[in-house]
Structures are given as C-alpha cells and as structure tokens.
C-alpha cells in the first residue's frame, strides 16, 4: 500500500464530494482521520459528507466539536448554520452566522456566503441583513447587489430590488445573470420597453435562464437577421438554457 498524507486524503474526499458522492468521500475522511487523528480538515471533511448524507444532527454534533478548536473560522461557522438551518434551528443558525459576520475580519464575501446559506434554504426574511450587510461593506462589488435584489425580489419588495439590480448591472456589465434577472424584473414590474433594452443587451451565446428567453418572446422581440434569427431558434430549443 503506497504511504499517503493527510493531504491526498483530503483532497480526494473533497473531490468525491464535489462530484456528489458523499457515501464514498465519507469512507474517504473516515479512513484519513483514523491515520490522521486529530486533523481539523479530514474532521470537517466527515462533517461536511456526513450532512450531505442527511445525517444532520450528527453533522452539528461534529462540527460543534470541530468549532472548540477552531472557534473563528469562517468555514466551521458556514457549515454549522448550514447544518442548523437542515434542522430547521433558525435561531442557532443565526447565531452561528454573527459569531462570523462580525468578526473584525470578516468582509463582503464572507458575509455573502451566510447570506446565501439563509437563502437558499428558503430563509430570505433572515438572509436580508446579511446581503445588506454584504453590500455596505463593498459597495462596489456586483454581486453583492445581486444577492441583495435577487431577496429583495422574493420578498416583494419590487422598487428596492430592481434599483439594486440595476446597481450590480451597472458595475458589471458583463455579468449577464444579473442582467437576466434585473430585465425579468423590470418585465414583471411592468416596464416593459426598459426590459425589453435591459434583455436585447445580453448576447445570444451567453449561458440563458429560461425565465428571460420567455419574458423576451413575450415583449414581442425575435431577431430580423437570418444568422441571429437562426441562432436565437437554437437558443430557444437548445441544451444552453437554465432553469434557475
């Protein structure tokens, strides 16, 4: 048997898990922490396949203990809400959350990364603050604004999110999601002719959601030139389009 460090485990669980198959990167962790005791990051790695097993309650059980040796790090903290919210545990999860987001080291991008854990655990009441938060503390980065009009939206608050939408577009342009979603919402909002200019700008080879493809259709647009016509058809019924 060749000699393996605590590294190559590591790095094949992550793998494992990372091509979603949580049972082997399980076997994977398990076995390096037993060569390895003690290792922090083969323990969250059992941690991390244990919660994708569904296993949660054991899950915050492990990472409950990985936090008493690293109490501030911001990827023990993210896995523990994380673990929290699968067990419906709001409050401890929020709790966890604060202990990272405000730390005097924490800045934008991790404050987003608890923002989307609350949000897309359908938790988007709780996951606001942390995309206001996010965007206060790097105003000029898009995707915080992003974050924040895409919760803004699914809380109905249409104004706040369009006028933060417009904000990530505005600083960067080329990021053709955020462009998608803010003409969807200027479209559902009923300003029609400014999403109609908000979606025309978004290129035909970029990655579609179809939400947009279908708010485009509907505003009446299809391209008059054969070659974009052509393309926009292949679009249209092609393999490129998301659901999201």
Known sequence: M???????????????????????????FEEGSRRFPGNDDLRMGVALAT?????????????????????????????????????????KAKAAADEAVNAPTADARTV?????????????????????????????WGEAWFGLGACLWALKHGPAAEAALRRAVDLQPDDHQARQFWGCVLHDLGRREEARTALEAVPLDAPWQRAALER??????WPNEPE?????????????????
């Open 112 to 140: 987003s990364r608890f923002a989307r854990a609350f949000y897309e655990s359908r938790r988007r009441q709780e996951a606001l603050p942390y995309y206001e938060k996010a965007a206060t503390l790097a105003p000029d």
């Open 216 to 221: 485009l259709v509907a505003l009446g647009w």
């Open 228 to 244: 974009r016509a052509k393309a926009f058809e292949a679009l249209w019924h092609g393999d490129r389009v998301g659901r999201a």
């Open 51 to 91: 919660s994708r097993l569904g296993e949660h309650a054991k899950a915050c059980h492990l990472l409950e203990e990985l936090k008493l040796s690293q109490p501030n790090s911001p990827d023990v903290l993210q896995a523990l809400t994380e673990a929290y919210l699968n067990r419906g545990m709001v409050d």
């Open 2 to 28: 060749s000699i393996r460090s605590s590294c190559d485990y590591e790095e094949e669980g992550r793998t494992l898990l990372a091509t979603d198959k949580p049972g082997e990167a399980l076997a994977v």
